[in-house]
């Protein structure tokens, strides 16, 4: 078993819908917990960082950490053909590695 | 302020030939990354540096690849001999130090080896 396991997709939308990108884990070390959107031949650029258990909103973003579970979302509202690029999500524990999932490919149709 | 600079952004290279790529994290950042992006994969640890020292090279396949960080600023990832295996995206990113601080990336370079 991968340490974070993440839907590689590719998900469709249409433009306006409420998108929800999940993410599993196995290490309960991790603390800190973050998204990436990577747009093609592009590096990844930080959207949400969290640490612990719980919500955090930026906008039209969302991010949900449920540690019982090892599990954390991203939620996107109303959105955007800008929105259509690949999501990563990424965790560390306290040894300050970071380790990614494989990313979520996500298609806005207008 | 400027992010975190990778050159080359690409490099095209015959198999059994050495390619080293260089960054420049962002002023002021002690613990710098490097990873390897596949097609369609999450970026992969290769080698995590806190100031000049290597911390963590678990992930580095030390037959071929090195890094180096003189002075604790700039790095370089060298490849010495290339393979078709090792084509790739590779990023280097950068964060303060301090544990809770998210890392920021570069643009990457993306190498095709032939």
């Known amino acids: 078993q991968k340490e974070v396991e993440q839907d590689p997709g590719p998900l469709s939308v249409p433009e306006g819908a409420i998108v929800s990108l999940n993410c599993t884990y196995s290490n309960s070390a991790f603390q800190y917990f973050m998204w990436y959107r990577q747009y093609s031949r592009k590096g990844p650029e930080l959207l949400m960082y969290t640490y612990s258990s719980g919500n955090k909103e930026d906008g039209r973003f969302t991010a949900q950490v449920d540690k019982s579970s090892k599990y954390i979302s991203l939620f996107i509202r109303d959105s955007q053909p800008s929105d259509s690029a690949t999501y990563l999500c990424?965790?560390?524990?306290?040894?300050?590695?970071?380790?990614f999932g494989k990313g979520t490919r996500l298609h806005i149709l207008p | 302020e400027a992010g975190v600079v990778q050159s080359p952004r690409y490099k095209i290279i015959e198999k059994k030939q050495p390619v080293a790529f260089w960054c420049n994290p962002i002023s002021g950042h002690n613990t710098l990354y490097w990873y390897r992006q596949n097609l369609g994969q999450g970026p992969e640890l290769l080698i995590r540096y806190e100031n000049e020292e290597a911390v963590d090279d678990s992930q580095l396949p030390k037959d071929r690849f090195s890094a180096e960080r003189l002075k604790g600023v700039d790095s370089t990832l060298k490849i010495q001999p290339a393979e078709l295996g090792d084509s790739a995206v590779y990023l280097c990113?950068?964060?303060?130090?301090?544990?809770?601080?998210?890392?920021?990336f570069g643009q990457g370079t993306r190498l095709t080896v032939v």
């Open positions: 990113a950068s964060t303060p130090g301090t544990l809770n601080t998210e890392a920021f």
């Open positions: 990424a965790m560390k524990g306290r040894d300050d590695k970071i380790i």
